[in-house]
Each structure stands twice: as structure tokens, then as C-alpha cells.
């Protein structure tokens, strides 16, 4: 009899288990994901070869159960954050990721930009404007800016890419107002929004909208990239040093495994990007010798300071560098780095 009702026991909490993993709460959990070599997926024509390599980092993101949540909050380097941190009001798991893809094509092409430029090779670009792709609630262009708005002009400055927009957002602070015009339906109209800091992170103060470069891009020689199911734009700067090394003769890795993340705009500039502390430990799994890490200006709290104390955490052996352009990422490996 005690063995029976022991099996029955096992059997409900296993019923009890499986049915919990329908149970969706409203969070998110994000822990290290992979390091994703790019040769094999960035092919320049007739590109040089590397015998190192670069590799973009993963955060793994999925949605939240009562089992996961449990089991995030005994892990290290699991965070557990609000649903509302990744997908606006109302949007599909379908149309977040929809999104996301698209900020990874939009870096693509800020990626090939920097890189063809710094290599002194041909390229060309049409910039079609500047777009609202989504609207935080609760921020100053909600109710005013709508996904699919064209963004004219600020403070009557024009922009030619998204990055350069939010550069110029990130000069003002928390309760500073700008003129935002924006054209809607062939029709312009103009507003006065006061900025505001970001729930998630109140560092940082804007707008609330995320925004998207329309252009067309032409490069001589043809690049091919096949990045799929990889979405958002923290991706940029290891793909524009992917791209410049084959672009280039002297090859930039040296035979060393480089891992690192950040955004780039098409001047080769670094932004800072989320989860910092779960691609360092994924990059050290991975192997990697030198992590490139977003220093946003040597801010206090930069990506740069967080990276640095994960590495210490971990007790990694990796060689965290401080980079807020492609440039100081090239010259570091130039000027400072042996062939393996």
C-alpha cells in the first residue's frame, strides 16, 4: 500500500508539474545564452580569410511559468523581469519578434556601413527616414507619436538614421523638453514633449519610442549575411568587425577568439545594450580570449564596469575592453594584441 500510494504521489506532482508550465505569469526570464561565430554566416566576396574568430552573444528570453520563475530565482545570472520591459501593450509574441528581426536587419546595415567606410571600400546609402516602430505606455510620445510616424524633425534638426536620433535624445536629461515633428498620413504636425526616465532604467530618460532607419544600402564588394532568429541591434559592432576583417587584408584576430556585443549606427559608433552580465558569462564558456564591452563615454554603471565585475565574479581569464567606437575596438587589436 505504501508503495502504491508513493506512486501516486510521484504522479500527481509530476500532473501538477506539467500542468504549472501552462501557467503564464507576467515576467520573462532571461539567462546566458551563445556565443554564435559569424564567418560562417557574414561571407564578403572574395573576403580574406581569418584563423580566429569574432562571435556575437545571446541572452536567451522566454516567457515566464511558476516553474521557471522558481527555478530562475535559484540560479545566478537568471533575471526575472516585467513583462512590459520587452513587448508593448497589446503586442503578440508574433509582433515582438517581428520587431526584433527588424532592429537586427537595421544593424546589419549599420554594421556594413561602418565596416565598408572604415575599409575605404565602396558603399552607398538612401536614407527614406527615420520611423516609429513601437510606443512605451506611460512615456511622453505615448498618445502623441503612433507606430508607422515619421520623425522629421527634432528641435528642428534632421536626422539620418535612428542612432543619431536617440544620440541626440541622450544629450538631454529627465524633465528637458524638445519639438518633435513628426508626418502622419501625408500630414505633418508638431509636438512639445517633456522628457522622462525609463522604468527599467532610470539612468537613462527619453521619448518612449523605438525607431527604425528605411534606406537602401549598396557595398562593392557584395556581402552576404544569413543571421536568422537572431533578433535586436546589440549584435552591431562584432558584425561590422566580422565584416571590415574580411574586407581587409591584415587579419584583425590574430588566431583569438573575440566575443563582444554593443549597437553601432553607421559612423562605427558603440551603444549600449542589455543583459551585459549574461553574455560575459556565455563568452566565457564559449572560450573566449577578448570580450569587447560598450563603455558609453566611461559613464558610472557603463556596460564597460558591469562586464568588468562579472569577469571578476566568474574568475574569467577573458580580457574585458572598453570600446565606444569600431575604431577603439580595431586599434586595440592592432596595437595590443599578439598572434595566438
Same mark, same amino acid.
Given at each position: 500500500? %505504501? /508503495?502504491?500510494?508513493?506512486?501516486?504521489?510521484? #504522479?500527481?506532482?509530476?500532473?501538477?508539474?506539467?500542468?504549472?508550465?501552462?501557467? /503564464?505569469?507576467?515576467? !520573462?526570464?532571461?539567462?546566458?545564452?551563445?556565443?554564435?561565430?559569424?564567418?560562417?554566416?557574414?561571407?564578403?566576396?572574395?573576403?580574406?580569410?581569418?584563423?580566429?574568430?569574432?562571435? #556575437?552573444?545571446?541572452?536567451?528570453?522566454?516567457?515566464?511559468?511558476?516553474?521557471?520563475? #522558481?527555478?530562475?530565482?535559484?540560479?545566478?545570472?537568471?533575471?526575472?523581469?516585467?513583462?512590459?520591459?520587452?513587448? @508593448?501593450?497589446?503586442?503578440?509574441?508574433?509582433?515582438?519578434?517581428?520587431? @526584433? #528581426? %527588424?532592429?537586427?536587419?537595421?544593424? %546589419?546595415?549599420?554594421?556594413?556601413?561602418?565596416? !565598408?567606410?572604415?575599409?575605404?571600400?565602396?558603399?552607398? !546609402?538612401?536614407?527614406?527616414?527615420?520611423?516609429?516602430?513601437?510606443?512605451?505606455?506611460?512615456?511622453?510620445?505615448?498618445?502623441?507619436?503612433?507606430?508607422?510616424?515619421?520623425?522629421?524633425?527634432?528641435?528642428?534638426?534632421t536626422f539620418q538614421s535612428a542612432e543619431r536620433l536617440v544620440r541626440y535624445i541622450e544629450t538631454k536629461k529627465a524633465?528637458?523638453?524638445?519639438?518633435?515633428?513628426?508626418?502622419?498620413?501625408?500630414?505633418?504636425?508638431?509636438?512639445?514633449?517633456?522628457?522622462?526616465?525609463?522604468k527599467e532604467d532610470p539612468d537613462r530618460a527619453g521619448l518612449g519610442v523605438s525607431l527604425i532607419t528605411d534606406r537602401?544600402?549598396?557595398?562593392?564588394?557584395?556581402?552576404?549575411?544569413?543571421?536568422?532568429?537572431?533578433?535586436?541591434?546589440? =549584435?552591431?559592432?562584432?558584425?561590422?568587425?566580422?565584416? !571590415?576583417? @574580411?574586407?581587409?587584408?591584415?587579419?584583425?584576430?590574430?588566431?583569438?577568439?573575440?566575443?563582444?556585443?554593443?549597437?553601432?549606427?553607421?559612423?562605427?559608433?558603440?551603444?549600449?545594450?542589455?543583459?551585459?552580465?549574461?553574455?560575459?558569462?556565455? =563568452?566565457?564558456?564559449?572560450?573566449?580570449?577578448?570580450?569587447?564591452?560598450?563603455?558609453?563615454?566611461?559613464?558610472?554603471?557603463?556596460?564597460?564596469?558591469?562586464?568588468?565585475?562579472?569577469?571578476?565574479?566568474?574568475?574569467?581569464?577573458?580580457?574585458?575592453?572598453?570600446?565606444?567606437?569600431?575604431?577603439?575596438?580595431?586599434?586595440?587589436?592592432?596595437?595590443?594584441?599578439?598572434?595566438?
Amino acid at each position: 500500500m %505504501q /508503495k502504491i500510494r508513493l506512486i501516486r504521489i510521484a #504522479l500527481l506532482v509530476i500532473i501538477l508539474g506539467a500542468a504549472l508550465t501552462f501557467v /503564464k505569469l507576467p515576467y !520573462y526570464i532571461t539567462e546566458p545564452g551563445e556565443a554564435t561565430e559569424l564567418n560562417p554566416l557574414i561571407k564578403v566576396e572574395d573576403g580574406y580569410p581569418e584563423k580566429g574568430s569574432f562571435s #556575437l552573444m545571446t541572452v536567451k528570453v522566454g516567457p515566464a511559468n511558476p516553474i521557471t520563475y #522558481l527555478w530562475a530565482k535559484m540560479r545566478p545570472y537568471h533575471e526575472i523581469l516585467p513583462e512590459d520591459n520587452f513587448k @508593448q501593450k497589446g503586442e503578440s509574441d508574433q509582433e515582438y519578434m517581428k520587431r @526584433q #528581426l %527588424q532592429m537586427m536587419r537595421d544593424s %546589419q546595415e549599420n554594421a556594413m556601413i561602418a565596416a !565598408y567606410k572604415r575599409a575605404g571600400k565602396k558603399v552607398s !546609402y538612401t536614407s527614406n527616414g527615420v520611423y516609429a516602430m513601437a510606443v512605451v505606455d506611460g512615456m511622453p510620445a505615448k498618445g502623441k507619436i503612433e507606430v508607422g510616424d515619421q520623425i522629421k524633425k527634432v528641435d528642428g534638426k534632421t536626422f539620418q538614421s535612428a542612432e543619431r536620433l536617440v544620440r541626440y535624445i541622450e544629450t538631454k536629461k529627465a524633465g528637458d523638453s524638445v519639438e518633435v515633428v513628426i508626418k502622419r498620413d501625408k500630414k505633418e504636425m508638431s509636438f512639445g514633449l517633456k522628457l522622462k526616465t525609463f522604468k527599467e532604467d532610470p539612468d537613462r530618460a527619453g521619448l518612449g519610442v523605438s525607431l527604425i532607419t528605411d534606406r537602401n544600402v549598396k557595398v562593392k564588394p557584395d556581402v552576404n549575411m544569413d543571421i536568422e532568429n537572431i533578433g535586436g541591434p546589440s =549584435a552591431g559592432l562584432m558584425m561590422s568587425m566580422e565584416i !571590415y576583417n @574580411q574586407l581587409t587584408k591584415e587579419d584583425e584576430t590574430k588566431g583569438h577568439h573575440i566575443a563582444g556585443t554593443g549597437t553601432i549606427d553607421d559612423e562605427g559608433k558603440v551603444g549600449p545594450i542589455g543583459g551585459i552580465s549574461q553574455k560575459i558569462v556565455a =563568452a566565457d564558456r564559449a572560450g573566449a580570449d577578448i570580450f569587447f564591452a560598450p563603455n558609453e563615454g566611461g559613464r558610472k554603471g557603463s556596460n564597460y564596469e558591469e562586464a568588468v565585475k562579472t569577469a571578476k565574479d566568474i574568475k574569467s581569464a577573458m580580457k574585458i575592453v572598453p570600446v565606444d567606437t569600431m575604431d577603439d575596438a580595431i586599434h586595440y587589436l592592432e596595437k595590443k594584441v599578439k598572434s595566438a
